[in-house]
């Protein structure tokens, strides 16, 4: 559930209404409503309650100050997977030991300064990077925490562009090599193995891929323990999805995660983290847009919008699906009709929707795109010299822009000329 209902013929976010923040904005630009991401973190928080646990938000999904503080004030700690998010994570106030850093090719000057920062683990992905991790460690004086990530080999059941746990993807080490890396981590100096990690995709609609990797987590665990490693957590990753459409084939909710989470792994008696990005800020965020043209086709009708892929690109680059709806709400009763939904950037993937039903649109009007708060803005780009548009948070009856809209000079003065032109 989210709180972008209708309310007396129009749509609000919270209880602001959501054409009121377009008249002060302009559009596109993103809302988030805090209510739905406190929500849905305490949501994570209260499924893992009787357990010692982090819930760690995978930053990549949203990253603007504004959201992290909101969530780090509720406790929440941060997934980071490069240097930029955890300068970004630090300097919206997140203490140190509430990271962890992912991601598969973390540089040297990312371990670096996370070492130097303060850093609750790493989750190491291959021996390489280990090695790595251990002498700039030695370099510094410090010790690594280290989770190693393992890549259980099990089908998450999603996209293929964003399942990561069979053994054809690039992350994690094999789970069959897994006691032959942690013999090696217990050889070098600089880091020190304090748990295991395991992350096998996202936007996942059952509970069973998981409940699969982690019965190999609890496995591994037990036989890493016979070996003489301490294992006292374990990461299990985010992934858990969203329902992007109305009908009724929802995901698994985050108390029955929870309660799968302790059937499976509570008899360990490890500290357990979870990276969940999506469920916290998905449904917490839309897209606003304007109606530019609609333009009559050979057999459809283009509505042709002034937000594009640059600034949502979900719909080009996974095939997603966002709900659309319209800013007024329309009459009950109100006749449908199939609109082919397009951005104005000159590629023909700049399409958000084919043949879908809306109520009769015109030039002026303004749509909203649900479900676009994780994996929105933070994907957005300028390509068509097209500047990044605001994102706003609301707050019950209070709004504020926290990214304001680039002038092109900004985007311009970026580039810079060398002499000999
Ligand atoms: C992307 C990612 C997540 C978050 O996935 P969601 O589907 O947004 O919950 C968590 N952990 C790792 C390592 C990731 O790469």
Known sequence: ??????????????????AEIAAAVGTPFYVYSTATLTRHFRLFDEALEGTDHLVCFAMKAASNQAILRTLAELGAGMDVVSGGEYARARAAGVPGDRIVFSGVGKTHDEMRAALEGGIRQFNVESEPEMDALSDIAVSLGKVAPITVRVNPDVDAKTHAKIATGKAENKFGIPISRAREVYAHAATLPGVEVVGIDVHIGSQLT???????????????????????????????????????????????????????????????????????G???????????????????????????????????????????????VTVAEPAPGAAMQPYDVVGPVCESGDTFAKARDLPHLKAGDLVAFRSAGAYGAVMASEYNTRPLIPEVLVKGDQFAVIRRRPTFDEMINRDTIPEWL
Not at 235 to 264: F, S, W
Not at 296 to 324: C, E, K, T, V
Request: hydrophobic share 40%; proline share 6%; charged share 25%.
């Open 1 to 18: 559930m989210d709180h972008f209902l209708y309310r007396d013929g129009a749509l609000y976010a919270e209880d602001v209404p959501v």
């Open 206 to 276: 059952e509970l069973e891929p998981y409940r699969a990797a982690y019965r190999k987590v609890a496995e591994l665990t037990e036989a890493l323990r016979a070996d003489g490693h301490t294992i006292t957590r374990l990461d299990l990753g985010g992934g858990l999805g969203i329902p992007y459409t109305r009908d009724n084939t929802a995901p698994p909710l985050p108390v029955e995660y929870g309660q799968m989470v302790k059937e499976e792994l509570a008899h360990l008696g490890c500290e357990i983290e979870i990276e969940p």
């Open 278 to 324: 999506r469920l916290i800020v998905g449904n917490a965020g839309l897209m606003v847009s304007r109606v530019i043209y609609v333009k009559s086709g050979q057999d459809r009708d283009f509505l042709i919008l002034d937000g594009a892929m640059n600034d949502l690109l979900r719909p080009a680059m996974y095939d997603a699906y966002h709900d659309i």
